[in-house]
């Protein structure tokens, strides 16, 4: 019986082992999954008919090009579509590969995950309508402020120190399309999140004109593309693939072509300049989480 369970053990450490080697285990199966978000922005969204499309999802894509190198052959893609509430754990249990989203590098969740090398620094900010006459945190005082469940957003705003004292009512949005669609309909007064995601919704929203972006930056935080921990070769792969974007120039050419230009389906420019935030992470190359971003 002992030797039974022994052999159990030793072939659930040997499927643990196996899945956390990306390369090896797309090598034997022919196919890598890319977590993909629907409504993160420019930085990953559905075009709808399975299809996806933004900045992190094309680097995903160049980093899906130089693991077929490293397997030596062509592997077919599948898109999961993730939210904030399940990223995490289908990463870890083997169903996504490499999640190309919107996820903030921190260390809670470096205890279960890794992250690529900083693609994009982020600014949390505050969306509200045009005309709502809101324009500071002080004026959220017994609004209703939405925000995407399994996100950080609103706990970093309650922290803020223009928060103190201010009361607001939480209400949540199952993705960020959905928290949008709560301050568009006037369920809430303002929408807190990503800077890049507000935008991006906005960029896309019926009459864009409606909406604005305003009050204090509530936190700066590097947003990393995410992979299983311990897999030291594939890490290697995917920051060595960031690393070459920057050094050629190739991801100066991604942030213009999809914070700067017109962009699918409606052709509509998001208009977010390249932070001095993020040219800064592209010059030094490093994983750190938000903490220390919030050391400086």
Known sequence: MKKQLLA??????????AQADTIAKVKNSGVVTMGV????????????????AGFHYEI???????????????????????????????????????ECGSTTNNTARQKDVAFVNTTYVEEVRIAVKANSGITSIAQLKDRNVATT???????????????????????????HADSFLLLDSGRADAFVMDGSILAGNIA????????????????VEPIAIMIRKDDPAFKKLADDTVRDLVKSGDMA????????????????KVGL???????????????????DYAKK
Request: a positive charge.
């Open 204 to 219: 896309n929203a019926k009459n864009p004109a409606d909406f604005k972006i305003v009050g204090e930056v509530l936190s």
């Open 37 to 52: 978000r629907d409504s993160s922005g420019a930085l990953s969204y559905t075009l709808g008919d399975g299809k996806y």
């Open 273 to 291: 300049a390249l932070s001095e935030s993020t040219k800064a992470a592209w010059a030094n190359p490093n994983d750190k989480p938000a903490e």
């Open 60 to 98: 995903c894509q160049r980093i899906i090009g130089n693991l077929e190198k490293a397997v030596g052959k062509k592997v077919e893609v599948k898109f999961q579509s993730v939210t904030s509430q399940n990223r995490i754990p289908l990463v870890q249990n083997g169903t996504v590969d490499i």
């Open 149 to 175: 469940t399994g996100t950080t957003s609103v706990q970093l705003l309650r922290k803020h120190e223009r928060a103190n004292g201010i009361d607001f009512k939480e209400v949540f949005g199952k993705d």
């Open 253 to 268: 050419k991604l942030w213009d072509k999809w914070f700067l230009q017109p962009i699918p389906p409606k052709n509509v």
């Open 8 to 17: 159990v053990a030793i072939a659930a450490l040997a499927c643990v082992a």
